[in-house]
C-alpha cells in the first residue's frame, strides 16, 4: 500500500513513513494511492470478531508492506486495553430505529482516544527502528489534544506540542490537557480560534526554521488516525446487519475527519446507505454539501466547542475524490481557498446528507434522549442526533449516531437541557484537584516556533 499526496506534488509513501510524516511536503494530505475493497463475505466474517480483532483485521488492508494482521492483533490489544467498557464502541439502542454507537469510554472521555492510543503505540513501533526524536505538533477545540496528550504522554523519543485555544474549550477539556505534567508534553494556549491553532500546525510543517526537527502529526491530517476510526463504522455496522442490511450514520463534526472515515468504509464496501453531516451554527460543511458553498465564516463559540471550526482540514480529501484523484486540480482550489476564503463545489456525492442545528434543537435533542430512553447525551451527540432524527430515510434503515464525548465533559450544557448534572467518572474524579501547566502565546507563527524550538528534544 502507498500513500499519495492530495496536491500530487510529494513523493509517495509507504504506511510507516506516512504515519510519521503527518502532512505531505506540498502541503496536501496523505490518502492511499487507491481504496482496498472487502467482499460481502469479508464483511460478514467481521461480525465473529471483536473490536482489537477488527481493528487489526482492517488496518492491515492498509499497512501491507509494514505490518501485518498478526503484528497488528498486540498493538490493538494494548491499544484498547484501558477502555472501560469490554465492547470499546458500544451501541445503545434509543427507539426502534435510532442507535448511540458511544465512542467515549477511553481514558479521556471521547472518541479521539479510539484513533490516538492506537497511533501513540504506533509512533512508538515505527520509532523503535530510527532513534531520531519526533516533535508532534498538533491543535485541538477540546477532545483531540487531551487524547493525543494521554496516547503520547512519557514516550521516549516524543515530544508533544499541543495547541488550544484559549477560553473557547470547556474546563474538564482544558484541565485533562493541562494536568499531565509528563515533561515531554507541552500545552500552549493562543489567543485566537481553533481555525488559527489548526492554520499555526500547518505553517510549522512548511516552516524552514523548523526543517531540523523531525515533525509528526496527530490530527486527523495523519492519515493513520482517521484509519482507526473506520474501524468502528464496520464494526456497528455488521452488528446491526452489515452486508445484508444498510446502515447510516449521523456524525457530528466541524473537521470532517470522522465522517470522512466513514466514507472511505463505504468505498470499501461497507452498504452506508447515508453518512448524514451535523453541524452547529458553525456550518461551512453544511453549506457545502447542500449548496456548494465551501467559504469562511466567522467562528461563533458555542456550547459545541469541538465543532466550532470555519475551515475543515479533512474536506480536502474528499475534493481529492470528488476531482478523479488529481492532485493538481486540487492544488489550485486549496491555493484559491486561501487566497480568497471561499469555492464553489459541484453538487456533493448522493451518500452525504447535511443538517444544520442550532442550540435550540440541541437542548431538544438531549431532553429526547433522557425522556425517551434515559441516556443523557453531550451536545456534540444532541447535534448529531437531532440530525439524525430530521433526517429522510426509509424506515427500515437503522439509524446510528456517534456519541463523540461522555456528557461530563461538558456538565453545564448537559445540566442546562436536562437538569442532570452528569458526575465525572472515578477515573478522572480527581480532575479538578491537580495542578496545571500551560503556556499562553499569542496567535502567530514567530511566537510558537520560538517555543516550540525552546522546548523540543534534538
Same mark, same amino acid.
Given at each position: 500500500?502507498?500513500?499519495?499526496?492530495?496536491?500530487?506534488?510529494?513523493?509517495?509513501?509507504?504506511?510507516?513513513?506516512?504515519?510519521?510524516?503527518?502532512?505531505?511536503?506540498?502541503?496536501?494530505?496523505?490518502?492511499?494511492?487507491?481504496?482496498?475493497?472487502?467482499?460481502?463475505?469479508?464483511?460478514?466474517?467481521?461480525?465473529?470478531?471483536?473490536?482489537?480483532?477488527?481493528?487489526?483485521?482492517?488496518?492491515?488492508?492498509?499497512?501491507?508492506?509494514?505490518?501485518?494482521?498478526?503484528?497488528?492483533?498486540?498493538?490493538?490489544?494494548?491499544?484498547?486495553?484501558?477502555?472501560?467498557?469490554?465492547?470499546?464502541?458500544?451501541?445503545?439502542?434509543?427507539?426502534?430505529?435510532?442507535?448511540?454507537?458511544?465512542?467515549?469510554?477511553?481514558?479521556?472521555?471521547?472518541?479521539?482516544?479510539?484513533?490516538?492510543?492506537?497511533?501513540?503505540?504506533?509512533?512508538?513501533?515505527?520509532?523503535?527502528?530510527?532513534?531520531?526524536?519526533?516533535?508532534v505538533i498538533g491543535a485541538t477545540s477540546g477532545d483531540t489534544g487531551s487524547a493525543a496528550i494521554d496516547a503520547l504522554a512519557g514516550r521516549a523519543g516524543i515530544e508533544i506540542f499541543m495547541?488550544?485555544?484559549?477560553?473557547?474549550?470547556?474546563?474538564?477539556?482544558?484541565?485533562?490537557?493541562?494536568?499531565?505534567?509528563?515533561?515531554?508534553?507541552?500545552?500552549?494556549?493562543?489567543?485566537?480560534?481553533?481555525?488559527?491553532?489548526?492554520?499555526?500546525?500547518?505553517?510549522?510543517?512548511?516552516?524552514?526554521?523548523?526543517?531540523?526537527?523531525?515533525?509528526?502529526?496527530?490530527?486527523?491530517?495523519?492519515?493513520?488516525?482517521?484509519? %482507526?476510526?473506520?474501524?468502528?463504522? !464496520?464494526? $456497528?455496522?455488521? #452488528? =446491526?446487519?452489515? &452486508?445484508?442490511? @444498510?446502515?447510516? /450514520?449521523?456524525?457530528?463534526?466541524?473537521?470532517?475527519?470522522?465522517?470522512?472515515?466513514?466514507?472511505?468504509?463505504?468505498?470499501?464496501?461497507?452498504?452506508?446507505?447515508?453518512?448524514?453531516?451535523?453541524?452547529?451554527?458553525?456550518?461551512?460543511?453544511?453549506?457545502?454539501?447542500?449548496?456548494?458553498?465551501?467559504?469562511?465564516?466567522?467562528?461563533?463559540?458555542?456550547?459545541?466547542?469541538?465543532?466550532?471550526?470555519?475551515?475543515?482540514?479533512?474536506?480536502?480529501?474528499?475534493?481529492?475524490?470528488?476531482?478523479?484523484?488529481?492532485?493538481?486540480?486540487? %492544488?489550485?482550489?486549496?491555493?484559491? !481557498?486561501? $487566497?480568497?476564503? #471561499? =469555492?464553489?463545489? &459541484?453538487?456533493? @456525492?448522493?451518500? /452525504?446528507?447535511?443538517?444544520?442545528?442550532?442550540?435550540?434543537?440541541?437542548?431538544l435533542a438531549m431532553r429526547w434522549a433522557q425522556d425517551a430512553a434515559g441516556q443523557l447525551i453531550d451536545p456534540h451527540g444532541a447535534i448529531g442526533l437531532a440530525a439524525a432524527r430530521a433526517a429522510d430515510l426509509r424506515r427500515d434503515v437503522p439509524v446510528v449516531t456517534l456519541a463523540t464525548a461522555h456528557p461530563a465533559k461538558f456538565r453545564?450544557?448537559?445540566?442546562?437541557?436536562?437538569?442532570?448534572?452528569?458526575?465525572?467518572?472515578?477515573?478522572?474524579?480527581?480532575?479538578?484537584?491537580?495542578?496545571?501547566?500551560?503556556?499562553?502565546?499569542?496567535?502567530?507563527?514567530?511566537?510558537?516556533?520560538?517555543?516550540?524550538?525552546?522546548?523540543?528534544?534534538?
Open positions: 500500500m502507498r500513500y499519495v499526496s492530495t496536491r500530487g506534488d510529494a513523493p509517495a509513501l509507504d504506511f510507516r513513513e506516512a504515519t510519521l510524516a503527518g502532512l505531505a511536503r506540498d502541503g496536501g494530505l496523505y490518502v492511499p494511492a487507491e481504496w482496498p475493497r472487502l467482499t460481502r463475505g469479508e464483511i460478514a466474517a467481521l461480525a465473529g470478531l471483536d473490536y482489537p480483532a477488527t481493528a487489526a483485521r482492517l488496518l492491515a488492508r492498509f499497512s501491507g508492506g509494514v505490518l501485518d494482521e498478526d503484528a497488528l492483533q498486540p498493538i490493538a490489544r494494548a491499544a484498547y486495553a484501558r477502555f472501560a467498557h469490554a465492547a470499546v464502541t458500544p451501541l445503545v439502542q434509543l427507539d426502534a430505529r435510532h442507535w448511540l454507537l458511544e465512542l467515549f469510554h477511553g481514558p479521556t472521555l471521547a472518541f479521539k482516544d479510539v484513533a490516538l492510543q492506537l497511533l501513540g503505540l504506533l509512533f512508538e513501533r515505527f520509532l523503535g527502528a530510527d532513534q531520531a526524536p519526533l516533535t495547541l488550544h485555544p484559549q477560553g473557547r474549550v470547556s474546563d474538564v477539556q482544558r484541565r485533562q490537557m493541562t494536568t499531565v505534567l509528563a515533561p515531554n508534553v507541552h500545552n500552549i494556549a493562543i489567543d485566537g480560534s481553533f481555525d488559527d491553532a489548526q492554520a499555526l500546525v500547518k505553517a510549522m510543517f512548511a516552516a524552514p526554521a523548523l526543517a531540523d526537527l523531525r515533525l509528526g502529526a496527530v490530527n486527523s491530517i495523519n492519515w493513520a488516525r482517521l484509519a %482507526a476510526q473506520i474501524v468502528y463504522y !464496520f464494526h $456497528a455496522a455488521v #452488528r =446491526l446487519g452489515a &452486508p445484508e442490511r @444498510p446502515v447510516a /450514520f449521523s456524525v457530528p463534526t466541524g473537521n470532517f475527519g470522522d465522517v470522512f472515515a466513514g466514507y472511505v468504509a463505504a468505498c470499501m464496501g461497507l452498504p452506508v446507505a447515508r453518512l448524514i453531516v451535523a453541524t452547529n451554527v458553525n456550518d461551512i460543511l453544511h453549506r457545502a454539501l447542500s449548496q456548494g458553498d465551501y467559504s469562511v465564516g466567522t467562528v461563533t463559540p458555542t456550547a459545541a466547542p469541538s465543532m466550532d471550526i470555519q475551515v475543515s482540514s479533512n474536506f480536502e480529501r474528499l475534493l481529492f475524490d470528488m476531482n478523479g484523484r488529481d492532485g493538481a486540480r486540487t %492544488a489550485a482550489q486549496m491555493a484559491q !481557498f486561501a $487566497a480568497t476564503r #471561499r =469555492l464553489a463545489l &459541484p453538487p456533493a @456525492p448522493p451518500l /452525504f446528507a447535511s443538517a444544520r442545528i442550532d442550540a435550540d434543537d440541541m437542548a453545564d450544557a448537559v445540566e442546562r437541557a436536562t437538569g442532570v448534572r452528569p458526575p465525572l467518572p472515578a477515573r478522572v474524579g480527581d480532575l479538578f484537584a491537580r495542578a496545571e501547566r500551560c503556556a499562553s502565546l499569542p496567535a502567530t507563527l514567530d511566537a510558537v516556533i520560538a517555543y516550540v524550538r525552546e522546548h523540543a528534544a534534538r
